[in-house]
């Protein structure tokens, strides 16, 4: 059964750092590109960061540059997300997600699908 799992969300200060961590299994995800999404409370689903087959080839939201990183570990069929100077506004349900196509960038966020149960991000004031 091929399934992602987030991990390390939880409640932090404004100016505070978290890593989450998504773990697939199932199958290989070393030649997909896999992207974080977020979702605040009454609001769609956003997309947060992207990375590539390449890991060197990463994408960020307008709202993340510069705070957020995105980085995966295909030994361990795991990608990251290091985000810090966290803000009151990032506060929401993290997903992990993926397109199951190999060699393929997804742009669209229907094109992802295979997605995790979340993780909250909570950002306190």
């Known amino acids: 059964q091929v399934q992602l799992v987030e991990s390390g ?3 932090v200060q404004a100016g ?10 199932g ?8 992207g974080w999404f977020r979702q605040a409370p ?11 087959w390449i890991a ?9 540059k510069g705070r957020f990183t995105i980085s995966r570990d295909n030994a361990k069929n795991t990608v990251y997300l290091d985000m810090t ?11 992990c997600a993926a397109a199951l196509r190999s060699y393929y960038t997804p742009l ?12 909250q991000v909570s950002v306190s004031s």
Do not use: H, Q
Request: charged fraction near 25%; glycine fraction near 14%.
């Open 16 to 25: 505070g750092s978290l890593r989450l961590s998504c773990a697939a299994s």
């Open 108 to 119: 669209e966020i229907s094109e992802y699908k295979i997605w995790g149960r979340g993780t």
């Open 42 to 52: 009454g609001k769609e689903r956003e997309f947060v960061a992207r990375i590539g």
């Open 85 to 95: 100077s966290l803000k009151p506004d990032d506060t929401g349900v993290y997903y």
């Open 56 to 64: 060197d080839v990463a994408t960020y939201g307008n709202s993340v």
């Open 9 to 11: 969300g939880g409640l």
């Open 27 to 34: 199958r290989s995800f070393t030649n997909d590109a896999m």
